[in-house]
């Protein structure tokens, strides 16, 4: 279920254009708009497919396609 992004005033993040410069380990936000849809640590990418897989924050893994969403990476 999508909502509103919601972080301290010390966590920024910057939109990734161009998801081979995301790395495991990385944290990321998922959206669409402006809904958020998903939040956690990337796992795995396959920049070929425009694919990455993440850890979501409940636990759960989640393959994410960058044609579907845009993808931001938090920066602390």
């Known amino acids: 279920m999508p909502r509103k992004p919601a972080?301290?005033?010390?966590?920024?993040?910057?939109?990734?254009?161009?998801i081979r410069s995301i790395r495991r380990g990385d944290h990321i936000e998922v959206r669409s708009g402006n809904e958020l849809y998903y939040s956690g640590e990337v796992r795995?990418?396959?920049?070929g497919l425009g694919t990455l897989w993440?850890?979501?924050?409940?636990?759960?893994?989640?393959?994410?396609?960058?044609?579907d969403f845009s993808i931001w990476k938090?920066?602390?």
């Open 74 to 76: 938090v920066v602390a």
């Open 44 to 47: 795995d990418t396959a920049p």
């Open 7 to 18: 972080r301290s005033k010390t966590t920024r993040v910057k939109r990734v254009r161009n």
């Open 54 to 67: 993440i850890r979501g924050d409940e636990g759960t893994r989640i393959a994410v396609s960058v044609e």
